[in-house]
């Protein structure tokens, strides 16, 4: 059954990809030996496999939050400034809502919240809330601040806080990933410090602006085409000079690989230009060459990245009941499975997990359970466009 949209289709394909393929990141956290204590990106410890399996997932977060403000836009172009800083703000607000209350209980399965995790839901609702606002402001404005924001963030990576004195907690929601310790029964760990993700939200109403209906089409691959490569240019110029862009510096290793292992290990919490430069340097060749491509493959990802915040916490819910099924299967004490704070760091998940070729097999076998729920899902939406309350789910 065909559904009639009004959906730029580019863009939801490419939404769809990096679902798909954030599903892989998330099934390494849960199924993969030692993923609870290792670093997949410690050169140390990692394999070429391991860290590129890491590397390829960094794309999720950037597009997803990127696109967010594309379809802030597009969603804008057809409202009031008005009706759309209330969407903006009351949907901002509820997934600030989902973040602690669902996300955090899906991931821990912990009744009593004592390891909340502030993610991308939290980083997405937080920079919708400040979108609502730039908004009002004129089109080049709202796009100095983003990539103030974007290219700047990084002179202030210096600034480093200690402690848990309220200037401290200010700074490490802005700017520097945290793990706040409160005796042994209360966690909360800062993982997507919002500075430079208010600003690449930014840029992506900024962006939707090359998908307005009076648009030219061959103009806008273009510009996806230069955008592309510039990004990709910067990303390499920069990272080879190491002098500005990201927190850690690449170093030559004792072998190749290990070499260009590091020169690709870029910082993702908070995230750097060098990683958004990387990550969305692609995603444009990417949104450039599949502009008016259609087939069998971009009609599967394009479920997902129709439904995407459905399929983002139906997934980790699955991942997360499948690795419990697994232990229960293997013998081994489930509970250890409930992340809680007094649980944190347990030892037991020292000896726990799988292959990655198990990971890849599980991996595949999650997206491909999934689909039917998704699509069912997508076309109840696009049969039910009278329901408000579909457009914050």
Same mark, same amino acid.
């Given at each position: 059954?065909?559904?009639?949209?009004?959906?730029?289709?580019?863009? *939801?394909?490419l939404?769809?990809v990096?679902?798909?393929?954030?599903?892989?990141?998330h099934?390494?956290?849960?199924?993969?030996?030692?993923?609870?204590?290792?670093?997949?990106?410690?050169?140390?410890?990692?394999?070429? &496999? $391991?860290?590129?399996?890491?590397?390829i997932?960094?794309?999720?977060?950037?597009?997803?939050?990127?696109?967010?403000?594309?379809?802030?836009?597009?969603?804008?172009?057809?409202?009031?400034k008005?009706?759309?800083?209330?969407?903006?703000?009351?949907?901002?607000?509820?997934?600030?809502?989902?973040?602690?209350?669902?996300?955090?209980?899906?991931?821990?399965?912990?009744?009593?919240?004592?390891?909340?995790?502030?993610?991308?839901?939290? =980083?997405?609702?937080?920079?919708?809330?400040?979108?609502?606002?730039?908004?009002?402001?004129?089109?080049?404005?709202?796009l100095?601040?983003?990539?103030? $924001?974007?290219?700047?963030?990084?002179?202030?990576?210096? &600034?480093?806080?200690?402690?848990?004195?309220? @200037?401290?907690?200010?700074?490490?929601?802005?700017? @520097? @990933?945290?793990?706040?310790? /409160?005796?042994s029964?209360?966690?909360?760990? +800062?993982?997507?410090? !919002?500075?430079?993700?208010?600003?690449?939200?930014?840029?992506?109403?900024?962006?939707? @602006?090359?998908?307005?209906?009076?648009? *030219?089409?061959?103009?806008?691959?273009?510009?996806l085409?230069?955008?592309?490569?510039?990004?990709?240019?910067?990303?390499?110029?920069?990272?080879?000079?190491?002098? /500005?862009?990201?927190?850690?510096?690449?170093?030559?290793?004792?072998?190749?690989?290990?070499?260009?292992?590091?020169?690709?290990?870029?910082?993702?919490?908070?995230?750097?230009?060098? /990683?958004?430069? &990387?990550?969305?340097?692609?995603a444009?060749?990417?949104?450039?060459?599949?502009?008016?491509?259609k087939?069998?493959?971009? *009609?599967?990802?394009? +479920?997902?990245?129709?439904?995407?915040?459905f399929?983002?916490?139906?997934?980790?819910?699955?991942?997360? =009941? !499948?690795?419990?099924?697994?232990?229960?299967?293997?013998?081994?004490?489930?509970?250890?499975?409930? !992340? *809680? =704070?007094?649980?944190?760091?347990?030892?037991?998940?020292?000896?726990?997990?799988?292959?990655?070729?198990v990971?890849?097999?599980?991996? &595949?076998?999650?997206?491909?359970?999934?689909?039917?729920?998704?699509?069912? /899902?997508?076309m109840?939406?696009?049969?039910?466009?009278?329901?408000?309350?579909?457009?914050? $789910?």
């Amino acid at each position: 059954m065909k559904i009639k949209t009004n959906r730029i289709e580019s863009i *939801d394909v490419l939404r769809g990809v990096v679902m798909v393929i954030m599903a892989l990141d998330h099934v390494r956290d849960y199924f993969h030996y030692g993923s609870f204590f290792n670093d997949p990106t410690n050169l140390e410890t990692t394999t070429p &496999i $391991l860290f590129f399996t890491r590397f390829i997932t960094h794309y999720c977060a950037p597009v997803f939050v990127f696109l967010a403000g594309t379809s802030a836009f597009l969603y804008g172009s057809k409202k009031t400034k008005r009706e759309l800083f209330k969407f903006l703000f009351t949907r901002g607000l509820w997934l600030i809502f989902l973040e602690f209350v669902v996300n955090n209980l899906i991931w821990t399965f912990d009744l009593s919240y004592s390891f909340p995790i502030v993610q991308v839901i939290w =980083a997405i609702g937080v920079s919708m809330v400040m979108l609502s606002f730039l908004i009002y402001l004129p089109k080049k404005v709202i796009l100095g601040i983003g990539l103030l $924001l974007v290219f700047g963030h990084n002179s202030l990576d210096g &600034i480093v806080m200690e402690g848990t004195n309220f @200037q401290s907690i200010i700074w490490y929601f802005l700017h @520097q @990933q945290q793990m706040l310790v /409160y005796g042994s029964d209360f966690i909360f760990l +800062i993982q997507y410090p !919002l500075i430079p993700w208010i600003g690449l939200m930014a840029l992506g109403y900024c962006f939707g @602006q090359l998908y307005s209906k009076d648009f *030219d089409a061959s103009i806008r691959k273009n510009w996806l085409l230069n955008m592309g490569f510039a990004a990709i240019g910067l990303f390499l110029l920069l990272r080879s000079l190491n002098i /500005y862009g990201d927190l850690i510096p690449w170093t030559m290793q004792d072998t190749t690989a290990k070499t260009i292992m590091s020169f690709f290990n870029v910082t993702k919490y908070p995230p750097s230009l060098l /990683y958004f430069c &990387i990550t969305l340097g692609p995603a444009m060749l990417f949104l450039y060459a599949f502009e008016t491509t259609k087939n069998k493959l971009t *009609d599967f990802f394009l +479920i997902f990245g129709r439904v995407p915040l459905f399929y983002y916490f139906l997934h980790v819910l699955v991942i997360h =009941a !499948l690795a419990i099924i697994g232990m229960l299967i293997f013998g081994s004490n489930w509970h250890d499975m409930i !992340l *809680d =704070a007094e649980g944190f760091m347990n030892e037991n998940l020292m000896s726990y997990g799988y292959s990655l070729f198990v990971v890849y097999c599980v991996w &595949i076998s999650v997206v491909l359970l999934l689909y039917p729920f998704c699509k069912k /899902y997508m076309m109840y939406k696009a049969t039910n466009k009278d329901k408000w309350w579909l457009s914050y $789910l």
